[in-house]
């Protein structure tokens, strides 16, 4: 059994089950104690979902995934989003390395300002389609370590990221993304001052999709206009 603790969630247990994604995912993966300010979730090891797992749980401000068994994931699409006072996460270990799709996973976080995925395995993700849109409050991200050879979708990834200073995607590989997919991927990045895009091309992401960042960014490693 893995805990997770998600401290200062004062949300019933009962209505995350009737209201939240406990409907449809915690209720058949893990039971629910509620022991003051705690929620502690006991899961089971063979989960292969964490699809809308934390989805609008709107209270929810720090989560510990440190001791989670994620082996046989395959899903993390929505699993966080609208968690709007969600400020930390603390993801551990977690085994990432079978994940397909991380579509919308952090999308309308507004509080979180930093997440450190330096050690997610991403050698299977094939779409991060909208994963921190409305992420408003995040300064800084380094992507440096995702593995994207299989990486077919980036439609608005960072969109909305209003606040988002530093962006690394100096490993990033897009080449297997449509054009169409590469839609609006920075839009709304107003503040961006540092993008490393030195993977990117023209050929590989839509030209517009190109402009919104290096137009905005005041220092941006890239070699988009040699290509």
Known sequence: EQQ????????DPDEVIVNGVARSECK??????????????????????????????SNLIEIDLSNFHTEKVTSMKCMFEHCEKLSNINFGNMDTSKVKTMERVFMGCFQLKFIDLSKFDTSSLESTSEMFNFCSALISLDLSNF???????????????????YLNLSTFNISKVSLFNTRKTF???????YA??????????NYRTFMDAISTAKYCIENALTN
């Open 28 to 57: 058949k993966l893990c039971n629910l104690e509620n022991d003051t300010n705690t929620i502690i979730l006991r899961f089971n090891k063979n989960i292969t979902t964490c699809e809308k797992m934390f989805f609008n749980m």
């Open 147 to 165: 593995i994207t050879t299989n990486l077919n979708d980036i439609f608005d990834m960072f969109a909305n990221c209003q606040k988002l200073i």
């Open 196 to 205: 490393d895009l030195r993977k990117f091309t023209t050929s590989s992401i």
């Open 187 to 193: 839009f709304n990045c107003s503040s961006l001052k």
């Open 4 to 11: 997770i603790l998600c401290n200062d969630y004062n949300m």
